[in-house]
């Protein structure tokens, strides 16, 4: 699925599993600039994997649902089984 091929979109979808959080918080929780979460995050909400919800000045996101959740511990158990030393794209660095 396009919307988990992302590793920054993979930690910003374990970030939201926590808790909901706003752009900003999310940037510092994933170690990405706020141009690029606020893309993955435009991404993911139209594929149906985030929400947001104004929250004052600030938009705050979270898992779309339940089965996102679900989805998501789905593909972190497969990758806790990946060996290691598998590369990742370039523009995933």
């Known amino acids: 699925m396009h919307g988990l091929s992302s590793p920054v979109r ?3 979808l374990t970030a939201l599993r926590q808790s909901s959080l706003t752009v900003t918080q999310l940037c510092e929780a994933v170690g990405a600039g706020q141009t690029a979460v606020s893309n993955h995050l435009r991404l993911m909400r139209e594929l149906g994997l985030v929400s947001g919800n104004r929250d004052g000045r600030n938009v ?9 959740m679900a989805l998501l511990d789905g593909v972190l158990g497969h990758v806790a ?5 598998v590369e990742t794209s370039p523009q995933d660095k």
């Open 60 to 68: 705050r996101y979270d898992l779309y649902d339940d089965h996102v």
């Open 10 to 12: 993979l930690r910003i």
């Open 81 to 85: 089984y990946l060996p290691t030393g």
